[in-house]
C-alpha cells in the first residue's frame, strides 16, 4: 500500500466535515492500493493539498474529494 500525503486546512467545521468525507472514503482509497496519510489545520480558506499540488475550496461531495485524491496520487506516480 503506498502512502499519499493529504493535508487539509480550513475553519474548523470544514475540517470537521473532511475529516469525516476521508474516514468515509478511507475504504475505497485502500481498495486502490492508497493509505491517505492525513494532516490537518485550521485556516481562513479551505486548501486540500495532496501530493505537494494545492487545491482551493471544499468539494462539492466526499466522491469529488476521493476522485481530487486518485487523480493526484496518479499524477505524483502514487
Do not use: K
Request: a negative charge; charged letters at 25%.
Amino acid at each position: 500500500m503506498r502512502p499519499v500525503r493529504v493535508s487539509v486546512c480550513g475553519p474548523e467545521y470544514y475540517v470537521y466535515t473532511l475529516r469525516e468525507w476521508l474516514r468515509y472514503i478511507r475504504e475505497v482509497l485502500e481498495e486502490w492500493g492508497i493509505h491517505a496519510e492525513a494532516v490537518y489545520g485550521v485556516c481562513d480558506d479551505v486548501v486540500i493539498e495532496v501530493c505537494g499540488v494545492a487545491h482551493r475550496g471544499l468539494p462539492d461531495n466526499e466522491g469529488v474529494l476521493l476522485e481530487l485524491i486518485l487523480n493526484a496520487s496518479a499524477a505524483c506516480g502514487g
